[in-house]
């Protein structure tokens, strides 16, 4: 049988937490819907309930929010093997805060709130995948808040260059700043600046 190189994505970063027999992957396997969002589009609107927790296997999207000013502040981007979705939403039934929005084409590997319990009494062992991950994501977003108040806009743009060097080209200015927290032009400023130092 052909292999399907984003079950084959999804399998390597599930085994970096717990080990899975073959019959045990391919039940897992069998409880994933495959999506696909064109660029631009939204895999997920403020005032949505969520639904699924999902995988990327193929493209770039980013989770944001809108202030009362319609200003888009962007808590995270998600590429090839990230999850994503609103945890908090997913597990409590309320409608969520956040806008997804792809910004290349995309494919995700998604499971259902239904099919995410039923996966729990199918293969116990998800629970310890599922609590690292939470784990991770928990510290990741702590991490976050800390550097948002401890670093300057332009060590911020330097802790995600390093930190996530494979998304910063994929990006736009205008998306980075939304991220950083910083305007358009002033993060314009930053990466000249940043760029002549490098170059220097």
Known sequence: MKENPAHTLILKNISRYIDLTPLEEQKYLSLLTSITVKNRRFLLKAGDQTSYEYFVTKGCLKVYTLDENGAAHISMFAVEDYWTGD?????????????????????????????????FKEIPKFERFYRLLYQKSLVNYIRRSNNSISLTAEERYLAFKKKYPKVVNRITQKDLAGYIGITPEFMSKIITKVNKSEKS
Request: hydrophobic fraction near 40%; proline fraction near 3%.
């Open 87 to 119: 945890m908090a939403s997913f597990l409590s039934k309320e409608p969520t805060s956040y806008f997804i929005q792809a910004t290349e084409d995309a494919t995700l590997l998604g499971i259902s709130r239904t099919n995410y319990e039923l996966l």
